[in-house]
């Protein structure tokens, strides 16, 4: 760790002076799909995978105009529906603070259930200069949940995407969420991040890599812009709740990740991933290791490196593309390899040892020549056994949850997404249409990444005739529509009515959630509930 920080040291006393923009922008699909006009026009050469993005000249204009929609100029002092609670502004710096209710009720018609929510945050940010820009928020929750969100708290012990969960009352939880992020960008092509956050990489809403879904996590970032080359490389110290060690606390690791997107042209653009993720303690084995520094390496592909330690460590690679047909229409993809066996991949033999998942989806803005109405249709999948290890410690997971898509993997999901906003009014839809297999009878099937790859549920006598959706076969069906009216642009602050219908069956049980809740809300942290089960009831 001193390693790491003389680094970080080294960079601020390097750095030039040139003048530069830096503001960061959290990110939550339902507030970037605004900005995808911009974003995705055929006319610039925008990088547009790695979320959260760095408010630049190009995308100005549009975010100071949703950040300050209705705002009189002429107008001194603050304002409740465009001000933030304090706003404090000098010629070398800013300061904002907010308070963030989160307060809600909600009735699940199916389960004959009423539902709450009561979250109160507070969020403090601003900048020095126009290099550096900070943002802390903190939130205290509780909430009583429709049955299937229930379920998957109870057997992962997170509320998902958040924090641990802990019970209140016979049916509710409580916890606690953070954020914190510094970002300083010295030179136009330069950004240096440091806090707890999530970083999602990809152009769906959906992602195969490394998505926004698991909880936060502190983290060390170096994102580097030479024109048409942009480069991202990513330290993060994670949690691995699921075996606490000798004194009974979580098990720590660590993991880097690369990526690098080459925009070849005004349409077409081609991207490169790695991942390696190694643990502190091995619960197995009782080893423990520290920061290992050969992964300080911030050139792409460290799986070399991995291998010359002895390939002790779980590596992941990964590859995206996106072809810009017109202004109105993007198709995009990804592909993550885990693991394979040349013997085998190029056959239908369905060994286990081929493990990957890939990603294809058009997206575009204006649908229909309506401004403002944005839509994606994407297609995920991922075989058994993907993101799963040798070690438990070393799955693909952050704080017992995914870090790719949060269904695990051994899955097929197909999703729609409409967005319109006019004016301060935000309408979204959503159809999610998912099969996937449960593990049954005591054997692993595939999609609990959390299970022993080396153990799949036709071993010993073979590791083929593995296939997508084997198992315990599930469907599930999940709809959702949500109309808001934003009262503060700055913090997201809304009055927001959402109506949830989800259903799913396979041989051993059959759920259905109908839910509507409303509420008032703000900030722009993602909440996810279009989740599949984890494991059988």
Same mark, same amino acid.
């Given at each position: 760790?001193?390693?790491?920080?003389?680094?970080?040291?080294?960079?601020?006393?390097?750095?030039?002076?040139?003048?530069?923009?830096?503001?960061?922008?959290?990110?939550?699909?339902?507030?970037?799909?605004?900005?995808?006009?911009?974003?995705?026009?055929?006319?610039?050469?925008?990088?547009?995978?790695?979320k959260s993005l760095i408010i630049d000249s190009l995308l100005r204009h549009r975010y100071d105009s949703l950040m300050n929609y209705g705002t009189n100029n002429s107008q001194n002092g603050w304002n409740f529906f465009s001000s933030h609670l304090i706003d404090v502004k000098s010629p070398k710096s800013t300061f904002y603070l907010d308070v963030l209710p989160d307060l809600g009720i909600g009735r699940d018609f199916s389960g004959k259930l009423t539902t709450n929510a009561t979250s109160v945050g507070l969020q403090v940010g601003g900048t020095f200069g126009d290099k550096?820009?900070?943002?802390?928020?903190?939130?205290?929750?509780?909430?009583?949940?429709?049955?299937?969100?229930?379920?998957?708290?109870?057997?992962?012990?997170?509320?998902? *995407?958040?924090?641990?969960?802990?019970?209140?009352?016979?049916?509710?939880?409580? #916890?606690?969420?953070?954020?914190?992020?510094?970002?300083?960008?010295? =030179?136009?092509?330069?950004?240096?991040?440091? !806090?707890?956050?999530?970083?999602?990489?990809?152009?769906?809403?959906?992602?195969?890599?490394?998505?926004?879904?698991?909880?936060?996590?502190?983290?060390?970032?170096?994102?580097?812009?030479? !024109?048409?080359?942009?480069?991202?490389?990513? %330290?993060?110290?994670?949690?691995?709740?699921?075996?606490?060690?000798?004194?009974?606390?979580? =098990?720590?690791? #660590?993991?880097?990740?690369?990526?690098?997107? #080459?925009?070849?042209?005004?349409?077409?653009?081609?991207?490169?991933?790695?991942?390696?993720? %190694?643990?502190?303690?091995?619960?197995?084995?009782?080893?423990?290791?520290?920061?290992? =520094?050969?992964?300080?390496?911030?050139?792409?592909?460290?799986?070399?490196?991995?291998?010359?330690?002895?390939?002790?460590?779980?590596?992941?690679?990964?590859?995206? !593309?996106?072809?810009?047909?017109?202004?109105?229409?993007?198709?995009?993809?990804?592909?993550?390899?885990?693991?394979?066996?040349?013997?085998?991949?190029?056959?239908?033999?369905?060994?286990?040892?081929?493990?990957? *998942? %890939?990603?294809?989806?058009?997206?575009?803005?204006?649908?229909?020549?309506?401004?403002?109405?944005?839509?994606?249709?994407?297609?995920?999948?991922?075989?058994?056994?993907?993101?799963?290890?040798?070690?438990?410690?070393?799955?693909?997971?952050?704080?017992?949850?995914?870090?790719?898509?949060? #269904?695990?993997?051994?899955?097929?999901?197909?999703?729609?997404?409409?967005?319109?906003?006019?004016?301060?009014?935000?309408?979204?839809?959503?159809?999610?249409?998912?099969?996937? !297999?449960?593990?049954?009878?005591?054997?692993?099937?595939?999609?609990?990444?959390?299970?022993?790859?080396?153990?799949?549920?036709?071993?010993?006598?073979?590791?083929?005739?593995?296939?997508?959706?084997?198992?315990?076969?599930?469907?599930?069906?999940?709809?959702?529509?949500?109309?808001?009216?934003?009262?503060?642009?700055?913090?997201?602050?809304?009055?927001?009515?959402?109506?949830?219908?989800?259903?799913?069956?396979?041989?051993?049980?059959?759920?259905?959630?109908? %839910?509507?809740?409303?509420?008032?809300?703000?900030?722009?942290?993602? =909440?996810?509930?279009?989740?599949?089960?984890?494991?059988?009831?």
């Amino acid at each position: 760790m001193k390693k790491i920080f003389s680094i970080i040291l080294l960079l601020f006393s390097i750095i030039g002076i040139a003048s530069a923009q830096s503001e960061y922008q959290p990110y939550s699909y339902q507030f970037y799909q605004k900005l995808n006009a911009d974003l995705y026009s055929t006319q610039t050469r925008e990088h547009t995978a790695i979320k959260s993005l760095i408010i630049d000249s190009l995308l100005r204009h549009r975010y100071d105009s949703l950040m300050n929609y209705g705002t009189n100029n002429s107008q001194n002092g603050w304002n409740f529906f465009s001000s933030h609670l304090i706003d404090v502004k000098s010629p070398k710096s800013t300061f904002y603070l907010d308070v963030l209710p989160d307060l809600g009720i909600g009735r699940d018609f199916s389960g004959k259930l009423t539902t709450n929510a009561t979250s109160v945050g507070l969020q403090v940010g601003g900048t020095f200069g126009d290099k550096l820009y900070y943002n802390i928020s903190g939130y205290q929750n509780s909430a009583i949940f429709p049955q299937y969100l229930s379920t998957y708290i109870n057997q992962v012990g997170i509320v998902p *995407g958040q924090a641990y969960a802990r019970t209140y009352q016979n049916n509710g939880y409580d #916890w606690s969420y953070l954020t914190a992020v510094l970002s300083y960008t010295p =030179v136009k092509f330069l950004n240096i991040s440091a !806090g707890r956050d999530k970083t999602f990489i990809g152009d769906g809403y959906r992602s195969e890599l490394l998505s926004d879904y698991a909880s936060p996590y502190p983290f060390f970032k170096l994102t580097a812009t030479l !024109g048409n080359v942009k480069y991202m490389a990513l %330290w993060a110290y994670m949690n691995d709740p699921y075996y606490a060690n000798a004194t009974g606390n979580d =098990v720590k690791k #660590w993991a880097v990740f690369h990526y690098l997107d #080459w925009n070849i042209s005004n349409r077409l653009s081609f991207g490169l991933f790695d991942s390696i993720i %190694w643990y502190t303690v091995d619960n197995e084995t009782g080893r423990s290791r520290g920061f290992d =520094v050969t992964y300080l390496n911030p050139i792409l592909f460290l799986r070399p490196v991995e291998a010359a330690n002895g390939s002790p460590d779980n590596a992941l690679l990964g590859a995206t !593309g996106k072809y810009k047909i017109s202004d109105g229409v993007t198709f995009y993809g990804q592909f993550a390899l885990d693991e394979f066996q040349s013997q085998y991949f190029f056959s239908n033999d369905g060994s286990s040892r081929n493990k990957y *998942g %890939w990603q294809l989806g058009v997206r575009g803005p204006n649908l229909f020549a309506v401004k403002g109405l944005n839509y994606l249709l994407e297609y995920n999948t991922a075989k058994p056994y993907t993101y799963s290890e040798h070690s438990i410690t070393e799955n693909y997971s952050d704080n017992n949850e995914p870090l790719a898509h949060p #269904w695990g993997a051994n899955f097929r999901e197909l999703v729609a997404l409409l967005n319109y906003s006019y004016k301060r009014f935000d309408i979204s839809a959503e159809a999610d249409f998912g099969r996937y !297999g449960l593990d049954v009878n005591g054997l692993n099937y595939g999609k609990d990444i959390f299970q022993l790859y080396d153990y799949p549920a036709r071993y010993p006598a073979t590791i083929l005739g593995n296939y997508t959706g084997q198992g315990l076969t599930t469907n599930m069906v999940y709809a959702e529509a949500k109309v808001a009216y934003v009262l503060n642009p700055k913090y997201n602050l809304r009055i927001e009515l959402d109506g949830i219908y989800r259903t799913e069956n396979n041989s051993q049980f059959s759920d259905k959630t109908t %839910w509507l809740t409303i509420g008032i809300r703000s900030s722009f942290r993602a =909440v996810y509930n279009d989740l599949a089960s984890y494991r059988t009831h």
